[in-house]
């Protein structure tokens, strides 16, 4: 079975052996951070909300300050990443609902990605809404 890491800028993220690395060194962050930089990872480019990180991360019964667990477990991946919330590279705040991971994430070894950029993504959900741009003298483009 292939080990699970996935790139993205200068990080390297090892799912197997549960590290963070940065140019090939690993980085120190906590448990939690840890856990919840993967969960956003695996659900890159999709809105996270604060309730689904609350579930993953402590389970439905178990009762803790979720929130402020949560902005602190945030915090400290920003602080890892050196991401600014206010121009984030890799975590994006969705006010009132939760997060993003918005990085392009490649494989190792390869220069594919796994997700679209935030320009393809952009032009497959307006083709998926049926509002691409209509190719003048087109005649597969009659809809009506």
Excluded at 39 to 47: A, D, I
Excluded at 66 to 74: C, L
Excluded at 102 to 110: E, N, Q
Aim: glycine residues 6%; proline residues 6%; negative net charge.
């Amino acid at each position: 079975m292939a080990e699970k890491k996935v790139r993205f800028g200068r990080f390297e993220l090892d799912f197997d052996r549960f590290q963070l690395f940065c140019c090939g060194q690993p980085v120190r962050l906590e448990g939690l951070p840890l856990q919840l930089l993967m969960f956003l990872v695996e659900h890159q480019r999709q809105l996270v909300t604060r309730e689904q990180i609350a579930d993953v991360l402590w389970g439905k019964e178990v009762f803790v300050d979720v929130e402020q667990g949560i902005n602190t477990a945030i915090r400290k991946i920003r602080m890892v990443l050196e991401d600014d919330s206010n121009q984030p590279q890799f975590l994006q705040t969705v006010v009132g609902r939760g997060y993003r991971f918005v990085a392009p994430v490649v494989l190792p070894d390869s220069d594919e990605r796994i997700m679209f950029s935030p320009e393809e993504l952009g032009k497959a959900v307006m083709a998926a809404a049926g509002l691409e741009p209509r190719v003048p003298d087109d005649p597969h483009n009659n809809d009506d």
